[in-house]
């Protein structure tokens, strides 16, 4: 008995003298092909762009390829659920939103829970909400936009891609009701918004400052607390009698739980390098503020965003979405 147990003994040291040296292995030799990034939203969108300059960055730094997939949808959750359930291995990334921790909520369901299913890797962006008018819109600031809303409800529609919830807040902190008509885009919302289709759209800057700066968009409101330095000329709704009215996505990286923890490391610091790039600079005359973080800070960040729209949800029961 006793010399099965000392051979039991020595077994067992082996294996363990092992085991970290295999996982030390694996993680050194990650990435050993190429990784796929799911994006959430359609082409041509702010947070399709920045995501592939993002993905371009992080494969230059990890030395391989970073193919972007775009994966639209059920407001966010076809993507968000297609990582959520990929091999947790780190070769299957999200880039997604801040609209992850809206749909566990508001819907539409079934939605993923982003503080199970995903494990956070690094806060890429943050970036206010603006309201942009065609130029047939007669109204070009806050207050004008509230008085004609006011006047006839509903009777101004609104263009986003998949923001209702941030419309209904709009409507509940200013006192009005637009219209709104979801897109799975940014881009095809700003062409039907130009083409006289919607009065307005509701975006990031990256995506509207373009054809705000070539005319065929006016700016009318940003929807922060203080005015963005790309458009310092534009008005908040902090300033127009609305303080509590701030509407600030963020964008980070994801991978699927489980995904091994020396995997996480090693792509979050791959992702600050990379966003200390000097070619990501001009997005901050873009409207953006580019910043990293720990995987811990982003785990934080969506928990303590997930807590507010639960309570806001509470509070206000007629923000439910309508999708």
């Given at each position: 008995?006793?010399?099965?147990?000392?051979?039991?003994?020595?077994?067992?040291?082996?294996?363990?003298?092992?085991?970290?040296?295999?996982?030390?292995?694996?993680?050194?030799?990650?990435?050993?092909?190429?990784?796929?990034?799911?994006?959430?939203?359609?082409?041509?969108?702010?947070?399709?762009?920045?995501?592939?300059?993002?993905?371009?960055?992080?494969?230059?730094?990890?030395?391989?390829?970073?193919?972007?997939?775009?994966?639209?949808?059920?407001?966010?959750?076809?993507?968000?659920?297609?990582?959520?359930?990929?091999?947790?291995?780190?070769?299957?990334?999200?880039?997604?939103?801040?609209?992850?921790?809206?749909?566990?909520?508001?819907?539409?369901?079934?939605?993923?829970?982003?503080?199970?299913?995903?494990?956070?890797?690094?806060?890429?962006?943050?970036?206010?909400?603006?309201?942009?008018?065609?130029?047939?819109?007669?109204?070009?600031?806050?207050?004008?936009?509230?008085?004609?809303?006011?006047?006839?409800p509903k009777s101004i529609s609104i263009a986003s891609a998949q923001l209702q919830l941030y419309v209904n807040v709009l409507g509940a902190?200013?006192?009005?009701?637009?219209?709104?008509v979801p897109y799975k885009g940014g881009a095809p919302a700003v062409t039907d918004t130009i083409g006289g289709r919607t009065n307005l759209?509701?975006?990031?800057?990256?995506?509207?400052?373009?054809?705000?700066?070539?005319?065929?968009l006016k700016p009318i409101a940003v929807l922060s607390k203080e005015r963005i330095a790309a458009l310092p000329e534009v008005r908040t709704?902090?300033?127009?009698?609305?303080?509590?009215?701030?509407?600030?996505?963020?964008?980070?990286?994801?991978?699927?739980?489980?995904?091994?923890?020396?995997?996480?490391?090693?792509?979050?610091?791959?992702?600050?390098?990379?966003?200390?790039?000097?070619?990501?600079?001009?997005?901050?005359?873009?409207?953006?503020?580019?910043?990293?973080?720990?995987?811990?800070?982003?785990?934080?960040?969506?928990?303590?965003?997930?807590?507010?729209?639960?309570?806001?949800?509470?509070?206000?029961?007629?923000?439910?979405?309508?999708?």
């Open positions: 008995m006793g010399n099965t147990l000392r051979a039991l003994g020595a077994a067992m040291s082996v294996l363990l003298a092992v085991y970290p040296a295999v996982s030390t292995s694996a993680a050194t030799e990650y990435p050993s092909r190429p990784i796929r990034m799911i994006v959430p939203y359609a082409v041509g969108g702010t947070t399709d762009l920045v995501a592939r300059q993002y993905a371009e960055l992080l494969g230059r730094e990890l030395s391989q390829t970073v193919v972007v997939e775009n994966k639209p949808g059920a407001s966010t959750n076809i993507g968000n659920r297609l990582v959520a359930e990929a091999d947790p291995d780190g070769y299957t990334l999200l880039y997604s939103t801040g609209q992850m921790t809206q749909t566990m909520t508001f819907g539409p369901f079934p939605a993923i829970d982003p503080t199970e299913a995903l494990a956070p890797v690094s806060l890429i962006l943050t970036s206010p909400q603006m309201i942009a008018g065609n130029t047939d819109q007669k109204f070009s600031s806050p207050e004008e936009l509230i008085k004609a809303a006011q006047a006839k902190q200013a006192g009005i009701e637009l219209l709104h759209v509701m975006g990031q800057p990256p995506v509207l400052l373009p054809f705000i700066r070539n005319g065929a709704f902090a300033e127009s009698g609305v303080p509590a009215l701030e509407l600030v996505t963020w964008n980070g990286v994801f991978v699927p739980k489980g995904t091994p923890a020396a995997v996480i490391d090693r792509l979050s610091k791959a992702t600050k390098a990379a966003l200390a790039d000097p070619s990501l600079a001009r997005l901050a005359s873009d409207g953006l503020t580019i910043q990293s973080s720990t995987p811990e800070q982003l785990g934080e960040r969506v928990a303590s965003d997930v807590r507010s729209w639960k309570q806001l949800a509470k509070d206000n029961p007629d923000l439910a979405q309508v999708r």
